[in-house]
């Protein structure tokens, strides 16, 4: 409810620039535009509940609630953070009592994922039975964060960072409210925007600051920086930002992109990720995408590791670096990882078979009675040092679980495997 002193209270730019209507919101023309699933929604003149999921300041709020005024909806706006279970059996009740006059209610919740599960599952009979249409937004993954059966219930849409087109225009809407230009040279402009990191708020915010200086003289990239604070990017240790950008550095090892390699790493670790969870990431690629197509590429990776924890950070990072340098140049193979996988899969499905009695040792006398060891040949006695007996259960097919690749040290290795299968067949 306004009052009479909310004309002369102080708004920030961000608020006095939000968007009026749908067709303002900037950078999210996929689910807005005609075509958009939102888009639909508001010319068909229906409503259905959805989850929003995007970064800061790309107009999730906003969105909800125009959303709500143009489908004549009562706008009920709560946070997870602030909010409570008291608090939602208010609105539940509100909006009971408001369809009971034949009117509905968009219920807007903030930071959905804050909620936890039960009280997620206390959305469910009011969005069933249209009581209310539930909009929610949140930074965090939803096929992480929210239940399943809430998940069923709601399209979950994703909004995009804005892009540079976007956080110009919301400049040029901002020297448009604000009368004049930013003092700012082309390269300065193109830095704030991209000081931004993709959120239209933070931009707004730092424009404000920006408005505020004195405008004898175009600003410098260099004197901006001076004058505003950098955004720190976006990342959570803990939630999809250190996934995908996990995923990001491996598939770059993977795909033998160094550089782009190095951009991922970089970006973790400037986002505050512990080195030490990196190089155990290293190792584990090592093992995984490289193998034994270069022996040296497990032993590296142990290496940088055991420089980082005795140097610590700043110094320790080289040697992790050096290491992503070497495993992204490295000959990839993932046999080991597919033999792994292989083996385990067969292991499963026969069970307790027991080895063959001839490679059993026999320490007493009733064993070797029984025939444990009779039979066995030993290598090292054998022509080309190789028996050639069968090593796998009685009655299990022999099974070929690795296969090395064509690459690097692994040629060497599938000549040798090569060598002992056509002994095994002239034994056998």
Known sequence: MSTLFDANAPHPLADRLRPQNLSEVVGQGHLLGGEGPIGRM?????????????????????????????????????????????????VFDRARQR?????????????????????????LPYVEDGTVVLVGA???????????????????????????????????????EMRHALPLDDDARSSLRAMADGDGRYLLNMAEEVFSLPAESK??????????????????????????LISALHKSLRGSDTDAALYWFARMLGGGEDPKYVARRLVRF??????????????QSIAAWDAYERLGSPEGELALVQCVIYLATAPKSN?????EKAAKRAARDTGSLTPPLHILNAPTGMMKDMGYGDGYQYDHESNDGFSGQNYFPDGMHRHKFYAPKDKGFEREIAKRLDYWDKLRQQKS
């Open 138 to 176: 949140t930074t965090e993954n939803p096929s992480f964060e929210l239940n399943a059966a809430l998940l069923s219930r709601a399209q979950v849409l994703v909004l995009n960072r804005l892009n540079d087109e976007a956080l110009e225009t919301l400049l040029l809407r901002a020297e448009t």
């Open 99 to 123: 369809r009971d006059l034949g009117r509905g209610t968009l219920l807007f919740i903030d930071e959905i994922h804050r909620f936890n599960r039960a009280q997620q599952d206390g959305f």
């Open 335 to 339: 046999a080991a990882y597919t033999a």
């Open 42 to 90: 508001v010319s068909g003149g229906r409503m259905s509940s959805i989850i929003l999921w995007g970064p800061p300041g790309t107009g999730k709020t906003t969105t909800a609630r125009l959303l709500a005024e143009h489908s004549d909806l009562e706008f009920e706006p709560l946070s997870a953070v602030f909010s409570g279970v008291a608090d939602l059996r208010k």
């Open 219 to 244: 600003l410098s990239t260099a004197e901006l920086a001076q004058a505003v604070q950098r955004r720190m990017p976006l990342y959570d240790k803990s939630q999809d930002g250190h996934y995908n």
């Open 286 to 299: 090592a093992s995984e995408d490289i193998g034994l197509a270069d022996p040296m590429a497990l032993p």
